[in-house]
């Protein structure tokens, strides 16, 4: 019989990997989103591979009720929990709403699961903002927890009933600390897309500036797919459900970002980049970058797309996008400018 997966934000960039992910391992997939979401194309956009191989159930995930009766109908054995407002905001203004979807969302699911399917196995994506302000580099899964962003609040919240679920309900629940990653699929209110998809109408000439906040703000970046399969992973193991940090290990800028993804197309950051100082966020004093060891030694992952090669695969995807085709490696390996010819420079 098939496994049943039910995951929640499955349109995002992990939810939609992770989808794939799942069908080719045979799982029947159910995903959870918002009824707007459902009756817009573009927010399909990722799922556009798997669209007829899935089942999409419209529902908030703060709405209880709702998540009471799709997990009676489906009955999941293994339940992904992405959904969550992610903007990362430093004031308290919206406070409410960001509790309510963060928080009672994960509350309203473990509660659920517990009551209809007890053994279904749950994922928390939880987040390096746990870590906020941290006091040591590089962080791992015994380091102090210090957020200051009600998004991390907020998810530490979570990670807390996740926690108290596993260890006094006796249900395989866990939670994946996740530093940074990204790919082809990143949402374009993040500010690597925000970069990528610059360059390529930077390159195109459909624009000529990419104002940006903190450039030599530090993160620890890596690749989607391969973090999805960390997830997958945690769910599947011999080793009981445990939290883990998944992460890369390695601090880059912004500013280095930003080189290699002009560099890409041949052209110097330094010439179209503006700094703007309203879009700075507070720093850090000890830059968020994770310590992978333990779920390298427990369930033998660890990350191996290299940072390069990640934005070259989101730049050449941005310009694809915008109708430039950038004709195999030897375009790649010298910057050359080559685009199909229905382009046209503004």
Known sequence: MKKKALITGIAG??????????????YEVHGILRNESIENATELENLKNVLNKIILHPCSVDNHSGIYKIIKNVKPDECYHFAAASFVSYSFD????????????????????????????????????????????????ETKFNPRSIYGISKLSSFYVVKNYRE??????????????????????????KITTSVAK????????LELGNIDAIRDWGYAPEYVYAM??????????????????????VRDF???????????????????????RPSEKIPLIGDHSKIKKDLNWQPKKKFEKIIQEMVENDLNDLGCKRRGDEANKSKTKDCDSNVTST
């Open 232 to 253: 997958w992973k945690m769910l599947n193991n011999s080793h009981g459900p445990n939290d883990y940090v998944l992460a890369t290990g390695i601090g880059h800028t």
């Open 94 to 141: 919206d406070e409410h709403s960001m509790i309510s979807t963060n928080f009672n969302s994960t509350h309203y699911l473990l509660s659920t699961l517990k009551e209809i399917v007890p053994k279904c196995r749950f994922y928390f994506a939880a987040s390096s903002e746990l870590f906020g302000n941290a006091q040591s580099s590089p962080q791992n899964e």
């Open 168 to 193: 006094h309900h006796g249900m395989y629940a866990c939670s994946g600390i996740s530093y940074n990653h990204e790919s082809v699929r990143r949402g374009k209110i993040f500010v690597t897309r």
């Open 13 to 26: 960039q992990d939810g939609s990997y992770l989808a794939e992910l799942l069908l080719n391992k045979g």
């Open 202 to 209: 930077i390159f195109l000439g459909l624009q000529k500036k």
């Open 258 to 280: 930003l080189k290699i993804a002009f560099d890409v197309v041949g052209l110097d950051y330094k010439n179209y980049v503006e700094i703007n100082k309203s879009f700075f």
